[in-house]
T-cell receptor, first 113, second 113 residues
Framework: EAAVTQSPRSKVAVTGGKVTLSCHQT?????MYWYRQDTGHGLRLIHY???????EKGDIPDGYKASRPSQENFSLILELASLSQTAVYFC????????????FGPGTRLTVL | TQTVSQSDAHVTVFEGDSVELRCNYS??????LSWYIQHHGRGLQFLLK??????VVQGVNGFEAEFSKSDSSFHLRKASVHWSDSAVYFC???????????FGAGTKLTVKP
């Protein structure tokens, strides 16, 4: 069964601090994604990647960096965390884009104080 | 870039009722459409998708959705809901030129006993 795991599951960070959210998939999928979820906004795409060592910007990339060191791992980095980045972050993977379904991780609840 | 609109933030029905959750999209080209379900505190799970052929597609647990090109819609329906169907439902759209899926804001379905 497809599996996407995220760590940590929750985190409290201070404003201005650095935060790294990690995602690991065992699906052998090429595509990986980071979304954030806020009440009333649904899921918004931050970054995605279709191959190791390459990342693409999504719709709201400002304030976030992404890293794909291997096919299995995809990290989201907040160099200077801000209050507005408090949200739930979801990682997903898919075999391809378009018609391919996405497999989501359980999410990371980030609170920036 | 494609956009997705889910006009109802909340829908409340009684067990055994039928339900329709609305999804409208905006994009000038060919697309793929999907529905996902999110139970409280969990990641999203795939329900069903449409990419060509019969505009009515069947998904898991008795859900179905109908694509309408003229209305730019992909509404989700279920003939008789169960309390376990209470969740947030997301519509997603992917352009056929292979870009990442975009999600609507979600509709929270509450099924009362």
């Amino acid at each position: 069964e497809a599996a996407v795991t995220q760590s940590p599951r929750s985190k409290v960070a201070v404003t201005g601090g650095k935060v790294t959210l990690s995602c690991h998939q065992t699906n052998n999928h090429d595509y990986m994604y980071w979304y954030r979820q806020d009440t009333g906004h649904g899921l918004r795409l931050i970054h995605y990647s279709y191959v190791a060592d390459s990342t693409e910007k999504g719709d709201i990339p400002d304030g976030y960096k992404a890293s794909r060191p291997s096919q299995e791992n995809f990290s989201l980095i907040l160099e200077l965390a801000s209050l507005s980045q408090t949200a739930v972050y979801f990682c997903a993977s898919s075999e391809g884009q378009g018609a391919y379904e996405q497999y989501f991780g359980p999410g990371t609840r980030l609170t920036v104080l | 870039t494609q956009t997705v609109s889910q006009s109802d933030a909340h829908v409340t029905v009684f067990e055994g009722d039928s339900v329709e959750l609305r999804c409208n999209y905006s994009y000038g080209g060919s697309i793929y459409l999907s529905w996902y379900i999110q139970h409280h505190g969990r990641g999203l799970q795939f329900l069903l998708k449409y990419y060509s052929g019969n505009p009515v597609v069947q998904g898991v647990n008795g859900f179905e959705a109908e694509f309408s090109k003229s209305d730019s819609s992909f509404h989700l329906r279920k003939a008789s809901v169960h309390w376990s169907d209470s969740a947030v439902y997301f519509c997603a759209v992917s352009a056929r030129n292979n870009n990442a899926p975009r999600f609507g804001a979600g509709t929270k379905l509450t099924v009362k006993p």
